[in-house]
């Protein structure tokens, strides 16, 4: 082996610096641990890294989060690094930090922060639905409340202690969003509404699990954020932590190609330019399933492969605009986020993007980054200009097919796609919007799966559905003794996610504590 590919030794070695692996990462290396993280981007944080276009800055697939309050995950890791005061966030308004629209049938509700806001709004806009409304978000509040009574990974002791502290968890486990729409007889307006943010987790009503939303609208019920100088100077600070670190690197550009094992554990990861990375423990921030593979599958035992054949959540389709020459702010926009629905069946919206590949009349969550931090020093646009960020999910094989088959049919039909999106909201929303764009970006699920190394295009990780949420999910350990996961498919999708889920994998390989409280988890 040449000098030039010398082999670097590690304690850890961290594959994949998205949030997962930049939080366990950061943390370790400010532990004094020496960490290597290997991204095969040019840029930091997944879904949330940054990327330049002309004179503005996009956050790829990133525009809002939660568990950024005192005491919360994401405030937990910062002060554990020293960075609170560098790094803060503005609160999205409490009052209506997301709004469901549907012009068709001329319906627009704000959503508040606080559960019981939400139904009482809900109860007096429509009185007709007002026992079920309240039933509901009784049966939200109790398992949000049960869910993180759970231990992060079971026992049988700790199923026993389940069925004693959270009842309706196992009550509920199987259950669907829809499931319970149907049970309480809610009405189409009152479901569409509660079916409002369902795009964080790319699944509708009928197939999302009814545990995963709760989680989703209590965290965001708690507050919803967004970083006062952007998402980039939030994933700078954790990069910086890692790269500043004696011992420590950061290597971006760095594709790995195989994993080598002896005796059952791993030696070493091997890079496509031939480089290769030692360490006493590897920690996977990549898809479990290719990692997995990566290796062999004879590795592992039954049991753990049935954990990673999960299916992968939706694919995305975005829009990223620069505008000029008008505030958006005189359209409805600010300080919160707007959900585009074309009907009130978001079932139906769904099976046509998803099942049919149909984006003629899509579902568009809207969003405007620099609204949500109008006072920040460091500007991702110039001065007069605005940025607003148009998404939507979809399926991986048609954009995927397409571009095999035909690279001019597949930037057709981008285009298509991109202009059909930009039309509903100068029809809806911002009349004269085309005269205004100084840049459009497009991204397709081909776009996700070239830049953020996602298999099929997916930005949730596996699909949220109740087979995929269980006590049998993936964790953090392997059958492998010095492998560990973390990312969106071993904790859960949402920078709080994978925030929380490298917190926790960092406690579990130091016993250092960073969420006062928690209990640190027990083997199983």
């Not at 525009?63 to 890791?77: A, Q, T």
């Not at 319970?180 to 964080?200: E, M, Y």
């Not at 200009?385 to 981008?414: S, V």
Request: charged share 20%; with cysteine; glycine share 8%.
């Amino acid at each position: 082996m040449s000098a030039a590919h010398k082999p670097e030794q590690y304690d850890y070695v961290i594959v994949g610096a998205g949030m997962g692996g930049l939080t366990v990462g950061s943390l370790l290396a400010h532990a004094g641990a020496r960490v290597a993280v290997l991204e095969a981007h040019e840029y930091p944080g997944g879904c949330c890294h940054t990327f330049p276009m002309g004179d503005y800055e996009f956050c790829a697939a990133v525009h809002y989060i939660f568990s950024c309050g005192e005491g919360e995950p994401v405030y937990n890791l910062l002060r554990k690094l020293g960075l609170l005061d560098r790094i803060t966030f503005e609160r999205l308004d409490p009052e209506g930090f997301d709004q469901f629209s549907c012009p068709s049938a001329e319906l627009r509700f704000r959503i508040p922060n606080g559960l019981d806001k939400w139904a009482g709004r809900l109860c007096d806009r429509f009185p007709a639905d007002a026992r079920g409304i309240r039933k509901f978000f009784t049966t939200v509040h109790d398992l949000s409340v049960q869910l993180r009574r759970l231990p992060d990974r079971f026992s049988l002791a700790g199923v026993a202690r389940a069925a004693v502290d959270a009842p309706q968890v196992l009550r509920y486990r199987g259950y669907s969003l829809q499931r319970l729409f149907d049970k309480l007889r809610l009405s189409a307006p009152v479901q569409a509404i509660l079916s409002t943010q369902l795009g964080d987790v790319g699944l509708p009503p009928r197939q999302v699990s009814l545990l995963i939303y709760c989680a989703l609208v209590s965290s965001y019920s708690d507050g919803a954020y967004y970083p006062t100088e952007h998402f980039s100077s939030f994933i700078a600070a954790l990069a910086n932590v890692i790269d500043r670190a004696p011992g420590c690197r950061l290597v971006y550009e760095t594709e790995v190609a195989g994993v080598r094992i002896d005796r059952g554990c791993i030696r070493s990861v091997v890079t496509a330019d031939g480089r290769e990375f030692h360490g006493d423990r590897f920690i996977c921030n990549a898809d479990p399933k290719w990692f997995v593979s990566a290796i062999g599958r004879d590795q592992f035992p039954p049991a753990f492969l049935r954990k990673i054949d999960y299916d992968y959540s939706a694919a995305s389709f975005s829009i990223y605009l620069g505008v000029r020459g008008l505030d958006l702010r005189d359209y409805g926009f600010g300080n919160w986020n707007v959900w585009h629905y074309p009907s009130l069946d978001v079932n139906a919206a769904y099976a046509a993007q998803h099942d049919r590949g149909d984006l003629s009349d899509p579902w568009i969550f809207m969003s405007t980054p620099t609204l949500c931090s109008p006072n920040a020093r460091t500007r991702h646009a110039p001065e007069d200009a605005q940025i607003l960020e148009l998404i939507t999910t979809c399926a991986f094989e048609p954009f995927d097919e397409r571009l095999g088959r035909n690279r001019r049919e597949y930037i057709r039909n981008k285009v298509e796609v991109r202009n059909r999106m930009i039309d509903i909201v100068q029809e809806q929303y911002v009349p004269g919007l085309r005269d205004h764009v100084a840049i459009r970006v497009a991204g397709t699920p081909t776009t996700n799966k070239r830049y953020l190394w996602t298999p099929r295009g997916n930005i949730y990780g596996s699909a949220l559905t109740p087979a995929n949420v269980s006590a049998t999910r993936l964790k953090s350990h392997s059958p492998i003794d010095n492998l560990f996961f973390t990312g969106a498919s071993a904790a859960f999708p949402s920078i709080g996610g994978t925030v929380s889920g490298g917190e926790r994998l960092y406690t579990e390989l130091t016993g250092d504590t960073v969420n006062p409280g928690r209990n640190l988890p027990q083997p199983a």
